[in-house]
Structure formats: structure tokens, C-alpha cells
């Protein structure tokens, strides 16, 4: 049984699931952050029929669409592309062409501000509207209108490309949030580092709010103390909890915060300044695409506390392996078997069930009811 006094040294290798990890070479953990998993265990056979939650998600960052560039992507169970005009604009489409179906993420170039299709050089704006067909001279009138189940709403703000996903097409209910210190001279570039976890974005998100899991995963003397705040589509919290250090016991402080489904946030105060940009985007009901983008006040990462602010980046990181170990493999439990100490989960669920359209949620409900009866 492990005991309390192994677990307080917060840089040691923690209980448990580093033992997986703990033999890797550097090049090996990035490489396993991204690779397939394949445990045999299907997401059915996991529990796993959450739907895909609506709200802005992370597409790429800024700097990996250059002008005039188009890439495909694979999001929200959906093949995408996205182009970046002329104008230096990003937009993004649903990738098949309406005509005859080519994806248009392969093969298809910019002209202008437009998307030209490789299939038959139909060229199409943002909104998802043809505006030339380069051997016809009338375009078919349902093609010239916008067509909002296959354009996405796109912002581009803290160094990424957003899109707004909604199941039911609906416009944005709330706006990107922005942070100064993206762009601040005084602030250093991203650091950038990317999982794929094979697990839905509620439970990522609700891990959070799982208080007595700081302990046993990732090594903290004790459950840190909670103060939550749910407004709207905004979650916020300070955890404080007591870190093992060779000096002894250390109160830490985080402040994060999320705003809807896919935008968490988080700030490191004290020793080092630091900022994390965090985007959580659904590839599919269950599998995750998450970046970790992080900078740090440019006095302390080039200064005297430049080996204090790596370790602080490189901790962090080290803490998202050790929970991606159980989130590969972790079964979803609908009405689990809370106790003390297991930390405010089913506020968090309730928080997090209004990014679920009205006719997601109903159908998962009727799906959930169903396996409970059979069980």
C-alpha cells in the first residue's frame, strides 16, 4: 500500500501509472502523446455515447495556415477544409464540393479570398456560396446561396484558428475570450506540446472538478481545496493545494478557467509567470485532440529563473500523461458512486450538459435509459 509520505515529493515518479511511462526517452513520450491506441475495447463497450458538445473549438494555430494555403482537417466527426485568403483571413467549409463531391482539402487551391475546388474549379466564398463556375455562365440558384450546415463561423484570436460547432448550425452564443499577454512583447512565444486522448471531451473536462485524484495521479501531498464558479458558459476556480518540494510542503495556487466546451485556460503565479492556453477539440464522440500552448513572462523564462520556468511547463505536461494513461482506457460511469472528497463532479456535470443541443442530449438520454433497463 502506498504510503502518504511516498506521495509528497510532487517531481518524483508518482504512484501508479508513471510506471508505464517512466522508461520512455523524450522522442518516445512525444511520439506516444500522439499515436494510436488500440485496447480492444470498443467506445460502446466503454460507455462511451456522450455527444459531441457544441461551442468554439481549436482548428490549428495561426502560424500553421499560411496565406493562401488550404489544409485539411478532420473534426466534430467531420472532414473539413480551411483556406487562408488573400485578404489574410481564415475560412472554414465542410471539405466535400456540393457539385460532385470532391474533397476539397485535397488538391484545391486558393484564388483570392476563395476556395477553387480541384474536381471542377467551382470556386466558393466562406459562407459556403458558389461565385464562379469557370465553364458556365449561370451557377445553379440553391449554389449561390449561403449555406450555413456546411460554413463555420472562424475567429482568430490568441494565436489560433477557431471554429464554432453547433449540431444544429446555430450562430455563436458567445464570443472567443482574449488574453494580453498573447502578443506582448514582454511575453515569450509558444511552447507547444499535443495529445491525442482516447476519451470524450466531458470526461477530460471533468477532471477538473475530481479533487481526490490530484493525490493519487499526480503526486500532491493532499486534495487540493476547491472554489468553483459556474456563470453562463464560463467556469472558473482557484485550486490550492500543498506540493511536495525539497524545501518541504509549498501552498500552490492555479487559477483557471473554461469558457464553454473547448477554450480551458490556466494561470501560474509565483515563481514563475506563466500563461496556458489549452484547445480541446472532438475529433469524434470518443477521441480528443488537445494543445498545449504556453508562455511565460520573457524576464523570468531568459533569466535567473529560466530552469525553474522549463520545469514548470515540463511538470505540467508530465501531470496530462499521467492522466491520459487512465483516460485511453477509462470506462464513462453515468451515475457513479460519489463520496466526500470526490469534489463537486456532478455540479460539473450539470454545468456541462448545456453545450448538448436540446436534440443531442434527448437522444443520448433514451439511449442511456435503454442500456440501464437491459443492465
Not at 467506445?43 to 493562401?68: H, K, M, V
Not at 455563436?172 to 499535443?194: N, R
Request: glycine share 8%; charged share 25%; hydrophobic share 35%.
Amino acid at each position: 500500500m502506498t504510503k502518504t509520505a511516498d506521495l509528497l515529493d510532487s517531481r518524483t515518479d508518482p504512484v501508479l501509472v508513471w510506471d508505464q511511462l517512466k522508461n520512455l526517452a523524450p522522442e518516445e513520450l512525444i511520439q506516444w502523446r500522439v499515436a494510436p491506441l488500440n485496447t480492444g475495447q470498443s467506445a460502446a463497450q466503454r460507455n462511451i455515447d456522450l455527444p459531441i458538445p457544441f461551442g468554439w473549438f481549436a482548428i490549428c494555430y495561426s502560424d500553421e495556415l499560411q496565406t493562401s494555403e488550404v489544409k485539411p482537417f478532420h473534426y466534430f466527426d467531420k472532414e473539413l477544409v480551411a483556406w487562408r485568403g488573400e485578404d489574410g483571413s481564415a475560412r472554414i467549409l465542410d471539405a466535400y464540393c456540393p457539385h460532385l463531391g470532391a474533397h476539397m482539402g485535397y488538391g484545391g487551391k486558393v484564388d483570392g479570398n476563395h476556395l477553387q475546388c480541384p474536381f471542377h474549379a467551382w470556386r466558393w466564398n466562406g459562407e459556403g456560396s458558389a461565385v464562379e463556375i469557370p465553364y458556365s455562365k449561370s451557377i445553379p440558384p440553391k449554389m449561390r446561396k449561403p449555406d450555413c450546415d456546411r460554413s463555420y463561423p472562424t475567429r482568430e484570436v490568441n494565436g489560433f484558428v477557431w471554429a464554432w460547432y453547433h449540431p444544429d448550425n446555430t450562430e455563436p452564443l458567445y464570443e472567443v475570450q482574449t488574453f494580453a499577454e498573447i502578443g506582448d512583447p514582454a511575453w515569450s512565444d509558444y511552447e507547444k506540446h499535443e495529445w491525442i486522448v482516447r476519451g470524450p471531451i466531458q470526461t477530460i473536462a471533468e477532471n477538473g472538478a475530481d479533487s481526490a485524484h490530484f493525490q493519487f495521479i499526480h503526486g500532491v501531498a493532499n486534495s487540493p481545496n476547491y472554489d468553483i464558479t459556474f456563470d453562463g458558459h464560463r467556469r472558473s476556480a482557484e485550486v490550492r493545494a500543498k506540493m511536495g518540494t525539497p524545501r518541504g510542503l509549498v501552498d500552490g495556487t492555479i487559477a483557471y478557467g473554461v469558457d464553454g466546451s473547448g477554450q480551458p485556460w490556466t494561470r501560474f503565479s509565483g515563481i514563475c509567470e506563466t500563461l496556458l492556453i489549452t484547445g480541446v477539440t472532438p475529433i469524434s464522440k470518443d477521441l480528443t485532440h488537445l494543445r498545449f500552448a504556453f508562455t511565460q513572462l520573457k524576464s523570468d523564462r531568459d533569466g535567473e529563473n529560466g530552469g525553474v520556468a522549463r520545469a514548470i511547463i515540463k511538470d505540467i505536461c508530465k501531470q496530462l500523461d499521467q492522466d491520459k494513461v487512465v483516460w485511453d482506457r477509462q470506462r464513462y460511469v453515468e451515475q457513479p458512486p460519489l463520496c466526500a472528497g470526490d469534489g463537486p463532479i456532478n455540479d460539473f456535470r450539470d454545468f456541462f450538459r448545456q453545450f448538448y443541443a436540446g436534440s443531442q442530449w434527448d437522444k443520448y438520454r433514451d439511449s442511456a435509459l435503454k442500456r440501464s433497463i437491459s443492465r
